[in-house]
Nanobody, 125 residues
Framework: QVQLVESGGGLVQAGGSLRLSCAAS????????MGWFRQAPGKEREFVAA????????RYADSVKGRFTISRDYAKNTVSLQMNSLKPDDTAVYYC??????????????????WGQGTQVTVSS
């Protein structure tokens, strides 16, 4: 099991930017596909972005393409989500997750094995 701790959430005006970070424990970080998901009140948890294992292939939800960028730092065991041009619809709790089995990024929440506690992102209009 890998421990995940998110940080970087907060309140921002529409059009602004935030950078989320997720610190992962364990020496096998490079073997996991890492993803970001979000959940707004009354809605299901939805895929945002994911990044592959060693080659860093990425996948994004259509709603965030061109605005969000996922990256990972193997030396620091962290994965980040740079969020630009934020919209009120981006308001949600954002979760970092690890997929221990996948070879390429997957989008289904049930395919991820380990989850962080979440960090709140609020975008005001």
């Amino acid at each position: 099991q890998v421990q995940l701790v998110e940080s970087g959430g907060g309140l921002v005006q529409a059009g602004g930017s935030l950078r989320l970070s997720c610190a992962a424990s364990g020496r096998t970080f490079s073997t996991y596909v890492m993803g970001w998901f979000r959940q707004a009140p009354g809605k299901e948890r939805e895929f945002v972005a994911a990044i592959g294992r060693t080659r860093g292939s990425t996948r994004y939800a259509d709603s965030v393409k061109g605005r969000f960028t996922i990256s990972r730092d193997y030396a620091k065991n962290t994965v980040s989500l740079q969020m630009n041009s934020l919209k009120p619809d981006d308001t949600a709790v954002y979760y970092c997750a690890a997929d221990r089995l996948a070879l390429v990024p997957r989008v289904g929440p049930t395919e991820y094995d380990d989850w962080g506690q979440g960090t709140q992102v609020t975008v005001s209009s």
